[in-house]
């Protein structure tokens, strides 16, 4: 094992993580890191749990998909355990899914027949009532070992550094957009009803509280129609 050239295929990794312009296009690249850095893997994709209900980003595969939804379907798995923090662990790696599985009897053959040899996942973030894990596909039995699952783990830790911060820069950029579209239409008001500052503003305050729409919303509207 060159320990040497995995750590510089792990920081050019991260920084072409950070280096994505977009959450979506972070998750596409965290995917598309794993299928190239970690041997065996075929396949990789992003397990997102909503209470029972199964949502996959960025898979480079069809086989990521599918899998996912038979889990959902049957009510068990190893991505969807590893995605339900009170009953699953931070860490799975399934070696051969052709022998008998007694953990997952209903999706172990299933998983099998969609023609995935082993598995290998990790519980990568918590964002509210939302869990996630990223996914590991081999074709093969037996390929991912023991250093298989160090370089996941390696892999996983530096995608939620990237996801973390990709998203904490999405939300900013939409602070910032939010507050440019207030004020613009707080302008529009003033200068149409010639208002103050604080009256344009409690205009929309009483417009959103009887209305129940966010205040952006009415913002945007003031700017699209001239008025409310």
């Not at 973030?125 to 996941?152: C, D, H, M, Q, V």
């Not at 207030?182 to 149409?192: D, K, V």
């Amino acid at each position: 094992m060159d320990w040497g050239r995995f750590a510089e295929q792990m920081a050019s990794m991260a920084r072409d993580l950070l280096a994505q312009e977009s959450v979506d296009a972070t998750l596409q690249r965290i995917t598309a890191s794993a299928t190239e850095l970690v041997d065996g893997c075929d396949a990789a994709g992003i397990l997102v749990l909503h209470d029972t209900k199964v949502e996959t980003l960025a898979a480079t595969h069809s086989l990521v998909t599918e899998s996912d939804l038979r889990q959902q379907r049957l009510g068990e798995g190893p991505c969807f355990d590893a995605a339900h923090s009170a009953r699953g662990e931070r860490v799975f790696r399934i070696t051969d899914l052709t022998a008998e599985e007694q953990r997952w009897p209903a999706f172990a053959p299933q998983a099998h027949a969609l023609g995935v040899g082993s598995m290998m996942g990790f519980l990568r973030f918590t964002e509210g009532e939302e869990l996630g894990a990223l996914n590991f596909y081999s074709r093969k039995p037996g390929e991912f070992t023991a250093i298989s699952e160090l370089f996941g783990l390696l892999l996983a830790s530096h995608a939620a550094v990237a996801f973390s911060a990709a998203r904490t820069h999405a939300q900013m950029e939409r602070a910032v957009a939010t507050r440019h579209v207030i004020g613009e239409a707080m302008g529009i008001l003033m200068g149409s009803r010639a208002l103050s500052e604080d009256q344009a503003f409690d205009v929309m305050r009483r417009y959103w509280q009887e209305k129940n729409i966010k205040l952006r919303e009415v913002a945007r509207r003031i700017c699209d129609q001239g008025s409310l």
